[in-house]
């Protein structure tokens, strides 16, 4: 399986009170948010990673902190953002050697404590169709699906938001986990206390 973590757009809400800084590096114990999303994707059994940034300069700082990662992470800059299901889209040439294996799409700001993602997988081998992620008791879906290679290729090249197409042709899976997601003010003052150092943060 490979992993598309979705980094890029304008991230107006973010920069109202953190300009300048890509959500997935906002620092948190003075690590980049990056370092928790991978720890929380070694889970997912993804065997290569690729990050789609925003503007090349946002997309080389990202890459420089990706180093420090022993998994090979792709860092691919779209600029101007091409809107969640456009980027998968524009990705679809680097996904090509997947032909028919799984990709495991999440947002570059939401982590997910507590949760198998094998589940995830698992709904997906068994219902045949993209699968997306909602928490128990939660409005909100959690940034996190599975779709089979060849469904990237049905998306409408009319269709910007990945989760409009996916309203119809998906599998909702109700999971009860724990969860972060730092792109408003408040969620990234949750996850700066809630969240321990990473080095200390056990799965």
Request: hydrophobic share 45%; with cysteine.
């Amino acid at each position: 399986m490979i992993a598309v973590i979705l980094a890029g757009g304008c991230q107006r809400r973010f920069n109202a009170f953190m300009p300048g800084v890509p959500k997935i590096l906002a620092p948190i114990w003075s690590r980049p948010f990056l370092d928790y999303l991978m720890a929380d994707l070694r889970r997912s059994g993804a065997e290569r990673y690729i990050i789609l940034a925003g503007a090349e300069p946002d997309a080389e700082r990202i890459a420089v902190a990706a180093r420090r990662h022993p998994e090979k992470i792709d860092v691919i800059s779209q600029w101007p953002p091409l809107g969640t299901a456009g980027a998968l889209r524009a990705a679809a040439a680097d996904l090509g050697e997947w032909d028919g294996g799984r990709i495991l799409v999440c947002n570059g700001d939401t982590i997910i404590r507590s949760m198998l993602y094998g589940s995830i997988v698992d709904s997906h081998l068994l219902q045949g169709c993209p699968v997306r992620v909602r928490a128990a008791g939660a409005m909100d879906l959690l940034g996190r699906s599975v779709i089979a290679r060849p469904d990237i290729g049905r998306i409408p090249p009319d269709v910007s938001d990945l989760d409009d197409w996916m309203e119809g042709v998906s599998f909702e899976l109700t999971v009860d986990c724990e969860y972060f997601d730092i792109g408003t003010a408040d969620g990234y003052g949750r996850a700066c206390e809630e969240l321990p150092p990473v080095f200390a943060w056990r799965l």
